[in-house]
């Protein structure tokens, strides 16, 4: 029921993205924009929701008057009562899309949950798998752009609003990064973060943002936040933290063509990156594979919500991790 209830306002979004993207340039006003972009998001109450944490641990503080909730999972390695003195594992920060929440996890992104259990993202022979922090966004409207769930209210971040200092999702997630390490587990040269669509913007964000922190970042559906409307700022001059892209070449939510512009960004900047191209079906595609002619927005929608093959995962946004450290 949950996954249905959730195509379908995606569908309903993409569509207004789609069909009403040019009614956006008619709008008589719109938000007021300064060098941060646009201001901070209207949340709606209730603002946030309790998750259900699978196997893990819910993590919870009050933020200027409002609950906010992260699920904390560790592999089974890192379960034991007592673990091996020293021990740390690598974690990977997971940023929900917008509408759905942390439990997206272990649903559409269970892929990347089965591989935490076992992968060997550490470069300790003698550690398996790795932690996932997956912090959650707010009930907020979005700004409205294409893409972005025109007068849509839902669970999103805040990637709108480019102050790093006062974002309250990037206070949010370092509140429980801090908590997560003072657990004494975390191997804090290799923090990663891995956003989906609307999380995939905010992690391109928080990654620049705190990059003596964050190691690497891991982008799915998603293309340059600096970039969006409707109040778009120049990319940052600023340290370069190495970013993969997964992007799909029919995204009736984040076309192909915006991720060739991102692309094209990243290449401008000489910034460290990678990128790949996926089929219909969640596959790779070769890199020579050009955007799709005919994308329609069912297929499109269905594209954007599904999840790349676990394969791509484990072949090439974990090995792009695990070849980043910083510095010891």
């Not at 076992?118 to 922090?133: E, K, M, R, W």
Request: with cysteine; proline share 9%.
């Amino acid at each position: 029921m949950f996954i249905r209830k959730f195509r379908l306002r995606l569908l309903v979004v993409a569509a207004t993205a789609v069909v009403s993207a040019a009614g956006y340039a008619r709008q008589e006003t719109g938000p007021p924009c300064s060098a941060t972009g646009a201001p901070p998001m209207e949340t709606v109450p209730p603002v946030t929701q309790k998750p259900k944490c699978k196997d893990g641990r819910l993590l919870k503080y009050s933020q200027e008057g409002v609950e906010r909730y992260a699920c904390l999972n560790l592999p089974p390695q890192a379960k034991v009562r007592r673990p091996v003195a020293g021990r740390k594992w690598p974690l990977v920060i997971y940023l929900h899309a917008s509408l759905t929440d942390p439990g997206s996890l272990y649903k559409e992104g269970k892929s990347l949950f089965e591989l935490h259990r076992t992968y060997a993202l550490s470069d300790d022979p003698a550690v398996t798998g790795f932690i996932i922090l997956a912090p959650e966004g707010r009930r907020a409207k979005a700004w409205q752009s294409p893409g972005s769930g025109a007068k849509q209210t839902g669970i999103r971040w805040d990637e709108w609003y480019r102050d790093p200092a006062r974002n309250l999702d990037a206070a949010a997630i370092d509140h429980f990064l801090d908590e997560a390490i003072a657990a004494g587990l975390v191997d804090t040269n290799r923090i990663y973060v891995f956003g989906w669509s609307n999380g995939s913007f905010m992690a391109a964000l928080y990654g620049v943002w705190r990059g003596d922190r964050i190691a690497a970042i891991g982008q799915y559906a998603g293309a340059n936040p600096w970039a969006r409307p409707p109040c778009p700022i120049q990319l940052p001059a600023g340290p370069q933290v190495p970013l993969l892209l997964m992007r799909n070449l029919c995204d009736a939510v984040v076309p192909c063509s915006t991720t060739n512009e991102w692309i094209g960004d990243l290449a401008a900047a000489r910034w460290p990156f990678q990128s790949y191209n996926l089929f219909d079906s969640g596959a790779e595609a070769p890199a020579s594979q050009p955007c799709a002619t005919q994308c329609s927005t069912v297929q499109g929608v269905h594209d954007h919500i599904r999840w790349p093959h676990k394969s791509v995962l484990e072949n090439r946004l974990l090995p792009f991790f695990k070849q980043h450290t910083l510095p010891r």
